[in-house]
């Protein structure tokens, strides 16, 4: 175990599709024990477990944090990042879970079943499934590497034929649709602090409503949006302290964000045509 400067560090590959937990970091930040050393890949200074924790020194300001070095490839780095996950700390979500077995699989396609469920906490029967699913993706084998090192033989899935085209039938005339009309504009508060009072009454009724709580994507959607909720005057304070030499950094990363998002809501006003 060494200590490494919390700036030598660099993001994790990590399983996690939505990124940290941020109540999970203030929480972490809080406890006064020492937390346990984070791993990191040696050749690329890449954590590969223990993001939540770094980020709970960096809330800290601490300037290094207890680590262990793990001499390893990508692959192997991404597959100690998922059992790591998976036996400890946050858990993963189920989606998680699933796109980083097809990852697997896409790395290992020999691996049985049963050897990607164990290293992902999923059933054999979910993973078989994903790979059902993607047949097409992973390369065929007649083989699989079994939990106990072994190969056995199987009998490769034969790849469905595809489906006859349907027969062209004589269209009706098009009748043409009533214009429809766009709803009205949003109308967003005047001041900093209606607007901070706007976004957190959204975002409070957004967590409460059990269409969101209930499903796996409602739940993961909730996380994004409290975990990136800002207003200017957090910007502010966030960006007094910003280092001269990471602002050009900073500066391309939210104009990246900023495209997302917008086009995140040129769809959502499209969805909301509809369902008027």
């Known amino acids: 175990m060494v200590r490494i400067p919390v700036g030598d560090l660099l993001p994790a590959d990590s399983p996690r599709r939505s990124g940290e937990d941020m109540h999970h970091v203030r929480t972490l930040a809080e406890v006064a024990a020492d ?25 800290a300001n601490a300037d290094t944090v207890r680590a262990r070095m793990v001499n390893c490839s990508d692959g192997q780095a991404f597959m100690l990042a998922v059992r790591s996950n998976i036996g400890h700390g946050l858990p993963l979500t189920l989606a998680d879970r699933k796109a980083a077995a097809h990852r697997v699989l896409l790395a290992e396609p020999r691996w049985s079943d049963r050897s990607v469920a164990a290293l992902t906490g999923l059933s054999h029967k979910t993973v078989g499934a994903i790979r059902r699913r993607s047949t097409g993706e992973f ?54 602090e209606s607007a901070r009072h706007h976004q957190h009454t959204q975002l409070r009724a957004l967590m409460q409503d059990p269409s969101l709580r209930l499903s796996e994507n409602g739940r993961a959607l909730l996380r994004l949006l409290s975990t990136r909720a800002v207003s200017p005057g957090d910007w502010k304070n966030l960006l007094r302290e910003l280092p001269p030499h990471c602002v050009e950094a900073v500066a391309g990363l939210t104009a990246h964000y900023a495209a997302v998002w917008q086009e995140l809501t040129e769809e959502l006003k499209v969805a909301r045509v509809v369902v008027n």
């Open 139 to 192: 390369p065929q084998s007649t083989e699989r590497l079994g939990r106990d090192g072994r190969l056995r033989s199987v009998v490769p899935r034969p790849v469905p034929a595809p489906a006859p085209p349907a027969p062209v039938t004589p269209t009706a005339p098009v009748t043409p649709m009533a214009p429809v009309t766009p709803p009205a504009p949003v109308r967003l508060p005047s001041s900093p």
């Open 35 to 59: 937390l346990p050393p984070i791993l990191v890949q040696k050749s690329t200074m890449r954590v590969i477990d223990g993001m939540h924790r770094l980020r709970a020194a960096m809330r």
